[in-house]
């Protein structure tokens, strides 16, 4: 028979693993929201300036091209992860880096209008915190991702329920579309914030009881 040694034993172990894998659970949640990002699963459907964008990383490189940021290698070499599995996928096959902005239409970007992007600047700016959040959520999980997100749902929202902005192509305003894995990505960007509830309260300051003096309390007594 398993004495209260052995059970106080096995319980102590499953409330460390348990605790082990909240602790762990921001990190997993930020990796995967990675792999969506860098493999580019195709989160929602937007106008552009290269055309139709999938994925926060295709509206973030056709700023950084358009703009000169970064250099063309650099942008490229984000994109090719997400090529090389869309090319697998479709085909079979691995496509060109030559060949490669062809595939996401990025040849004419610096010509293109910028009407487009500025009439969408919460999608525009939620895609650059949900790339840089992607990258820097490896390192450190923090909030940049989540902000992210929320601010490209909101934007989509803004354009497919409320009909903004108003000077908008109606074309492209049915154009816009929010798939299924845009959920997965938010729960992750949420999951990948890490919450200290002990470090909360240890920061939270403790208010002073104020103490009534002793002069105070002989005078009431008198």
Do not use: H
């Not at 460390?16 to 459907?45: D, E, H, M």
């Amino acid at each position: 028979m398993a004495g209260p040694t052995s059970t106080s034993t096995s319980t102590s172990t499953s409330s460390s693993s348990r605790g082990k894998w909240r602790r762990n659970l921001s990190t997993y949640a930020a990796r995967i929201y990675f792999f969506l990002i860098i493999l580019q699963v195709p989160l929602f459907r937007v106008p552009c300036r290269s055309g139709i964008c999938t994925t926060p990383l295709q509206v973030t490189s056709c700023q950084l091209i358009s703009s000169e940021i970064f250099p063309l290698p650099v942008v490229k070499g984000l994109l090719y992860p997400g090529a090389v599995l869309d090319g697998l996928i479709t085909n079979m096959t691995v496509p060109s880096w030559d060949n490669l902005l062809n595939i996401y239409n990025l040849t004419g970007v610096k010509e293109a209008s910028a009407a487009t992007d500025l009439q969408r600047l919460e999608v525009l700016a939620g895609s650059y915190f949900s790339a840089a959040g992607a990258f820097i959520g490896i390192l450190r999980p923090g909030r940049m991702s989540m902000f992210g997100s929320l601010l490209v749902i909101w934007g989509l929202v803004k354009e497919g329920i409320l009909g903004k902005p108003v000077n908008a192509d109606p074309t492209s305003t049915k154009a816009v579309f929010v798939y299924p894995t845009m959920l997965i990505a938010l729960i992750c960007a949420f999951l990948s914030v890490k919450y200290d509830v002990k470090k909360v309260m240890r920061s939270a300051p403790a208010r002073p009881v104020a103490k009534p003096l002793k002069s105070s309390v002989k005078s009431k007594l008198k």
